[in-house]
Every structure is written in C-alpha cells, then in structure tokens.
C-alpha cells in the first residue's frame, strides 16, 4: 500500500468529488485550488464547486439518460448530488440548485472531514511524486495547462469554446407578456415562457445576426462544442433553427388564450428565492452592451435588468482516447489521474462521475487493489470507455451521456421508451454487482 495522502488540482466538481470518495474511504486529501489567487475568466466566487455555465444539471427523469447517471451516482454516495438534492429549486424534469447554497454545502461537508486539507494557491507544474488526480476543468490555467501540454507530448492537447448564458432579474421581467407553462403540460409549470410572434422572431434573429460578437484573438483556433453552441450560431444555420431548437414552442400552450406562439424563449429559477431567471439556450458570444440590446427585443424583457451577461471562455480538454487507461491513470505515469472535463466528458454531471470515478480508483490503488472500471451498460462506464477507447480516437469530442452510448440492445420490435427502461435496470443491476465486487458498499 502506497502513502494514503493524495494531492487534487481543482477544487471544481471533479476535484471535489474525487476528494469526498477518497475522504469516506479514510485517505487524506491536499485539495488545491487557485481562487481567490486567481481567477478564470468565468469563475466570480471564492467557494468550491462553483457552477459557471446554468445552475440546471438536466433531467432528473429516471427513464432518461441523465438521469439515470445521477440515480448510479446517488447509488455511490456521490457529495455532489447530495448537494444539488438538497438546494434544489423548481425546474420541472430537470435538476437545478440554487447555486450559492449549492457551492457552500459542497465546501462546508468537505471542510468537516478528517484528513482533507484545503490549499488556496495556484499549481502550475505536475508533481512527480505520489498520486495526483489532475481536475482543473475546461479554465485550466494557462502555466499549469503549459506543463500538462509538455507531460503529454504537446500534439495531443486540444481545446473548444464554449458560452454562458445570461440571467436576468425576476422583477424586471414583464409578467403581463410572459406566462407560467410545461412543455405539453408535463409536471409543474416551473418555466417562465416569452412568446414570439413570426415577425417579432424574424426581427429577434436578424439582431443576432448583425450584432457584434467577442472577437476572437489572432493566435485562437475558435472550436465550439456542438452540444453548446452559441445562440448566434445557432441563427445562422438557418431561418428556422431556433424556432427549431431552444425557441421550440411545442407543446408551450398560452394558458389565458390558448394559442401556441411561433417561438418561445424559456427562462429557468436561478436561484431558490426565485429572484434570479437565466435564459434557457441562450449561450452566447456578443458583446455585453448587444446582449442587452438584443434581449430586451424578447416580449417580457424589454426592460430587463441583467445580473449577469453571457460570456465566452475557453474549454481544455486532452485526447484521453490516446492518453488515459480505463481507470483514468494516464498511460505515461500511471500515479496521475485526469478527471472532469478535462478527461473529455462535457456537462456537470459527467464531469462529476470522472471525479468520482478517479477518486474511487485511487483508493483502490493506495489500499493494494487494482481498479476495475465500471461496467460498460452503466452509464459511468460507458462514459469512461468512450473517453478512453480507441474506437472515439480518430474524431474525438466531447461527450455528454446518452443512451447511444451504452451497448446496443439489439431489440427491434422494443419501442424507444420501453428500451431507455431496460437499459435502465440492465444498469443499476450490473452496478450493484460491481459495487459488491469492488467492496464498495
């Protein structure tokens, strides 16, 4: 057995998690983590486990691939959604947290714990001694990123953009034009919706289109994730595509006249006060004073107060097909670890399985055990051997989890929703038998 002390770089999802699984299992953690030192371009706050993007993890439908990797990973004590289950606020199907409480629950439990110590202090080389889960995110700093480049080899370092999208005011929000509704009237009404008509959304994305964006510097190769695109983006794929895609009015009937609009913009609680509203799929890249002038062409916003604008950073990632084991030890020094989205998983709730996932193999490694990786109908180990195989090698991106993913079924005449249910239990079932192998009861 190895010295029970292992050093985490990032103190965000992944980094967090991996140092609660360690924790409960009696090893010592050094969490480093740079704020308030320094900060990246999109993190404001001094706490821990910070959510930058939306305060909403996706579905919490236990039929739904999202959700059943939150229901594996509730399954495996997962701090992460101890907390977001514990700070939740309204949002339908989905689970969102008021952010703030969220943060400071995920701190307040891990500063409880004997043997975890918190340093606030910016690593910029890898160490070479010991175990080391690498959890800095998608804002890895630019010298440590540097020192990850040259451990790799330099060519397999790789990097997107990808957007915030604003939040604005409850008060400022015209409740005359804007109207309580779920999508085809499924659970509670806990989404604002914005009605369009065909012209006012003709005119709203003509305005995306001319409106001046966040230039990108000379020496930026500017790749954006497709899962996440900019709403401008999104525009100029075409006339429709919003109206298509996150403007879709489906299923969004006007519950005084009716009617269902040409397009709807959705705004989500931010917060568990319901003081703060964030704009579903509105990722953006404009300028500040654009964004303001463009949304506020939304009906109800037109004299909207912004408490936060969209904004564009860069994501980091490393070509993990080429680079990591199946336990996520990196293939040249197998005493490090990579976790989080920088591993190659996109959305919170991915980023946190790596997290988890790391932190339980490097308890196995320092307690004389070899890691065995989830099994691959779960939907922690398909995300793991997507992220690590070489079958995703030759056009890899990042991925969120989804059923097609896990292995095939190879059942024609099941319809869709009866499939996503086996697949269901085919992996709660296979995870219960490997947390009975693995001790980890």
């Known amino acids: ?23 409960r299992r009696g090893h010592r953690v050094d969490l480093y983590e740079m704020k308030p030192r320094r900060f990246s371009p999109a993190h404001k706050t001094e706490r821990l486990a910070e959510l930058v993007c939306s305060n909403s993890l996706k579905s919490n439908q236990p039929d739904s691939a999202p959700g059943l990797l939150k229901e594996e990973m509730r399954r495996l004590n997962s701090l992460i959604l101890s ?22 629950r995920v701190e307040e439990q891990l500063l409880a714990q004997e043997g975890f110590s918190l340093h606030r202090a910016e690593v910029t080389d890898i160490p070479q001694d010991g175990l080391t889960i690498i959890a800095t995110g998608p804002l890895t700093s630019d010298a440590l990123a540097h020192s990850i ?13 990808d957007a915030i999208a604003p939040i604005v005011e409850a008060d400022s929000i015209d409740m005359d034009k804007a109207y309580w509704a779920s999508r085809y009237g499924r659970g509670t009404p806990d989404y604002l919706n914005c009605p369009l008509s ?23 190769d500017v790749r954006h994730f497709e899962g996440c695109l900019p709403i401008e983006i ?19 009937i006007h519950p ?17 006060g319901g003081t703060l509203f964030n704009l579903v799929g509105f990722q953006t890249k404009l300028t500040w004073p654009e964004q303001e002038r463009i949304f506020r062409m939304i009906p109800g916003l037109e004299h909207a107060r912004f408490a936060r604008m969209g904004s564009i950073h860069r994501n980091t990632y490393i070509h993990s097909p080429s680079l990591l084991l199946p336990s996520l030890q990196f293939r040249g020094h197998p005493d490090i670890f990579f976790a989080g989205q920088i591993s190659g998983v996109e959305g919170y709730m991915e980023s946190t399985a790596m997290g988890l996932l790391a932190g339980l193999n490097a308890a196995s490694i320092l307690e004389g055990k070899s890691p065995l990786p989830p099994p691959r109908e779960t939907a922690i180990g398909a995300l793991a051997r997507y992220i690590t195989s070489s079958e995703s090698a030759d056009n890899f991106q990042p991925m969120n989890i989804h059923f097609g993913i896990l292995p095939p079924l190879n059942a024609p005449r099941m319809k869709k929703k009866e499939k996503h249910l086996f697949c269901v239990r085919r992996a709660l079932e296979a995870l219960a038998d490997w947390v009975r192998d693995q001790g980890l009861s």
């Open 83 to 104: 907390a977001a289950d514990q700070t939740a606020v309204a949002a339908g199907s989905a689970l969102a947290v008021d952010r703030n409480k969220f943060s400071l």
């Open 234 to 252: 999104l525009a100029a794929r075409g006339e429709e595509t919003l109206a298509f895609g996150p403007m879709k009015p489906v299923g969004l």
């Open 149 to 161: 480049s040259r451990m790799l080899g330099g060519n397999s370092y790789l990097y997107f953009y």
């Open 256 to 272: 005084q006249t009716g009617q269902m609009a040409y397009a709807v913009v959705q705004l989500r609680r931010e917060n568990s």
């Open 1 to 23: 057995m190895k010295s029970g002390r292992v050093m985490i770089i990032g103190g965000g999802l992944a980094g967090c998690e991996a140092a609660w699984q360690l924790l």
């Open 198 to 220: 065909r012209e006012e959304y003709r005119r709203f994305r003509e305005a995306l289109l001319a409106g001046r964006k966040v230039e990108a510097r000379p020496f930026e």
